[in-house]
């Protein structure tokens, strides 16, 4: 900062003052001209004259020289740009910072010295010089050499190469009491070294190496103007009047912390700071190159197939000098690839030398060797498909999915029920992964075991295992053999027994109810009371009668069967006391089928009833449009036959006919005899009110045959004929005639005919 400040304040001072050097002018100054290929080169300087060497190229800043000199006698020693190097041969003021590279000027110089100089950083690329003067300048006011005698120099001038690790490369200048750092932060590992030389032109400076937290107090003293000895001692270069080096070693102490190098000029550690300091400070590191393998002592036994991680982040590298990480996998000699840190796998088992090669930038190398062994360390993987215990019933199918797999190779798979191997397959079988299997009577209810072993080429065995509940699902079924029907005599015990059978249950239980009717327990339920255990059970009846007996059978689950016996108790005369419930139910099923024909027929007569009545209608309608109604004298000659012969009605129609005739024997009126048989010499005398109703209304002489109701007595006719039935009614004659009953004493019946079909 401070010398950039000068330079400004310079390049205004030299702006102003330009016209009046150029005024003061005297002429060009003509200097012998050299170039660094002629390196090194010596010359006799003559009094009054100069050379100028050129570099003859255009330096880039960061680009390093080394200079050597030794002289006779003083000469000066002066560095310029090309510009620059105008102004002093135009015998102009050069003697600022903006004309000459005061970092590299050396005035009055004799004897030997080195130093190095680095082309500044602030500055563009451009041509340099350098001049050795041995003549009194117009403008440098009487400093420096002012020449008088001719002064014999050699003088080499060599680019530097930057070493790789170079951390400072400079010349120092510094005025009394001043400090400098001229490298830092950077950080070291352990086992890295630092190497300090020092080459010192004028006074006698100090060089120390400080962490951050004692530079940051060394400087707080500067400014106090006090003095802070803390330091890396092992690494400090004190009043270095001449040359001098040192190298240190990195120890843990200081691994990654911040480190600083800086150059003093200041009284109390070793020069004493009174005077100006010119010295060239050159510094490297010599990195440790030191392979490292992060996670060794896992790599010692290895899974086959298990991917692990080849780490070598751990290697030293804080000053970046690891250019390559190989690895050898194998053993052959050749790496099999590069990097840091790789994941890797052996898919058989083995033994291998894992070879790690570093190699840093400076082509440095270093290895380190890994024994290894792969062997198959870990169980095959087995897996059947379910989530919870499966349940089923005997003679339901099961089936089950697997999946396996191994590091190495599966072997065999083998599907297991209740550790008993059932199937076996290879590895490479697909039909592996798959088992179906029912459970038959031939296994107990309860919890069975389905295994999927699995058994890899190393002969490691994993087993997975699904549990099945197994239940009977089927309640005991009873034999056909059974007889639900017995008769037995009352007070001798009898062996009664049911026929069961369930072959999904190791055992069945039996238990006798002897009354289905009665509720001895008092649990509300009749068909339950335990009177007996056992399939067979001797029981006795000590009452005539009819009992049901109902015994349940009960499975290993739980699930039951009743079997029910009718039970006839006899007395020991063969007589039972107790109701015939066989024979009361025939005949409560013959009086159900009584009534049901009674109500059928009682059906079909109401409808009889209803036709004819509808009949009845229709013909008196008919017979009031057609029929004239016959005489007074027509009624009274068929009403009376003065017992001369039998009654002949006017118009009677059919006497066979059953429906609307006068021989129905509905009608009240005697059945003509057939023909042949002689009429009755009784005469018949008609009632005045019977022949009053008949004169009145007279019966129709004939039946439309096309009417309404003709035709629905047809159809019903048709479709539900009845039978009739004739019955002949023959009285007796009784010889005292007072005991008959008659309208009229010259009425008797002698003869009656009755149709089975009732007539309205």
């Avoid at 630092?194 to 004692?214: K, N, V, Y």
């Avoid at 087995?382 to 599966?410: C, H, K, M, P």
């Avoid at 025939?586 to 004819?612: C, D, H, P, W, Y």
Wanted: glycine share 6%.
């Amino acid at each position: 900062m401070r010398r950039v400040t000068s330079a400004i304040l310079l390049v205004l001072l030299f702006s102003i003052a330009s016209p009046l050097v150029s005024a003061d002018s005297k002429g060009i100054i003509g200097c012998t001209p050299a170039d660094i290929d002629m390196m090194p080169a010596s010359w006799a300087v003559s009094d009054q004259s100069c050379i100028t060497i050129d570099f003859l190229e255009v330096l880039t800043p960061g680009t390093t020289f080394s200079f050597e000199i030794d002289s006779d006698d003083e000469i000066d020693i002066l560095l310029f740009t090309s510009n620059a190097r105008t102004t002093y041969q135009n015998e102009q003021n050069y003697r600022t910072d903006l004309i000459w590279e005061e970092d590299s000027v050396f005035e009055s110089f004799s004897g030997e010295g080195s130093w190095h100089w680095t082309v500044p950083d602030e500055g563009q690329s451009t041509r340099w010089y350098m001049v050795i003067d041995n003549l009194a300048h117009p403008q440098d006011n009487g400093q420096g050499a002012q020449g008088g005698n001719t002064v014999n120099v050699i003088m080499d001038i060599q680019q530097v190469v930057t070493p790789e690790f170079s951390i400072a490369d400079t010349i120092v200048r510094l005025d009394n009491d001043e400090y400098e750092v001229i490298a830092g932060p950077f950080s070291l590992d352990e086992g890295t070294q630092i190497s300090i030389e020092a080459t010192t032109m004028e006074g006698a400076p100090d060089i120390f190496l400080m962490t951050e937290s004692q530079k940051n107090a060394y400087e707080s003293a500067a400014a106090n103007g006090t003095v802070a000895a803390s330091r890396i001692n092992q690494a400090d270069l004190l009043s270095v009047t001449t040359s001098g080096n040192n190298v240190w070693s990195a120890t843990s102490q200081y691994v990654g912390i911040p480190l600083f190098l800086i150059v003093d000029n200041r009284a109390g550690a070793g020069g004493a700071g009174t005077t100006e300091v010119a010295t060239t400070v050159v510094s490297s590191l010599t990195p440790i190159v030191q392979a490292v393998l992060s996670n060794s002592d896992s790599l010692t036994l290895i899974d086959v197939g298990a991917i692990v991680t080849l780490d070598a982040s751990n290697t030293p590298n804080l000053s970046n000098q690891i250019a390559s990480v190989n690895w050898d996998t194998d053993g052959d000699g050749f790496n099999d690839f590069s990097g840091t840190s790789a994941d890797f796998s052996w898919s058989e088992p083995t033994n291998v030398t894992l070879k790690l090669t570093v190699v840093s930038t400076d082509s440095r190398s270093s290895t380190i060797f890994k024994e290894i062994e792969v062997r198959d360390i870990s169980n095959p993987v087995a897996n059947i498909d379910i989530n919870s215990d499966i349940t089923r019933g005997y003679g339901e199918n099961i089936v089950l999915s697997g999946q396996f797999s191994d590091n190495w190779g599966v072997s065999t798979v083998e599907w297991l029920v209740d550790d008993l191997v059932l199937e076996t397959y290879s590895g490479s079988d697909n039909s592996a992964t798959s088992f179906s299997h029912i459970f038959n009577s031939s296994y107990i209810s309860g919890i069975h075991t389905i295994t999927l072993r699995i058994t890899d080429n190393s002969g490691l065995i994993t087993d997975d295992v699904a549990n099945i509940n197994l239940y009977d699902p089927t309640p005991p079924s009873i034999d056909s053999t059974f007889n639900s029907e017995l008769q037995v005599v009352v007070n001798q015990a009898y062996p009664f027994s049911v026929p069961a059978t369930d072959s999904e249950s190791t055992s069945l239980v039996y238990t006798w109810d002897f009354d289905r009717e009665t509720d001895s327990d008092g649990d509300g339920i009749t068909s339950n009371d335990n009177e007996g255990v056992g399939p067979v059970v001797v029981y006795p009846f000590s009452d005539t009668g009819v009992f049901w007996v109902v015994c349940t059978i009960e499975n290993d689950e739980g699930l039951t069967t009743e079997a029910e016996i009718l039970v006839t108790v006899i007395s020991s005369s063969g007589e039972s006391n107790g109701i015939n419930w066989l024979y009361l139910i025939q005949i409560i099923a013959v009086i159900v089928i009584v009534f049901a024909i009674l109500g059928f027929v009682t059906f079909r007569v109401m409808e009889n009833r209803k036709i004819s009545v509808l009949l009845a209608e229709q013909a008196e309608q008919e017979v009031e449009k057609e029929v004239t109604p016959p005489s007074v004298e027509e009624q009274k000659a068929m009403w009376s036959n003065n017992g001369a012969g039998p009654i002949t009605p006017l118009s009677q129609p059919n006497t066979n006919d059953q429906f609307g005739g006068y021989s129905s024997g509905m009608s009240g009126l005697p059945t003509p005899p057939p023909s042949g048989i002689p009429t009755s010499s009784t005469s018949i005398e008609m009632d005045p009110d019977l022949a009053e109703l008949i004169s009145a209304s007279p019966p129709p002489t004939s039946i439309p045959t096309n009417s309404q109701a003709s035709e629905l007595l047809a159809a019903f006719t048709e479709d539900d004929a009845v039978d009739s039935e004739v019955v002949d009614y023959e009285f007796d004659e009784i010889a005292n005639s007072e005991e008959i009953w008659s309208p009229s004493d010259a009425v008797s019946y002698t003869h009656l005919t009755l149709p089975t079909t009732p007539y309205v």
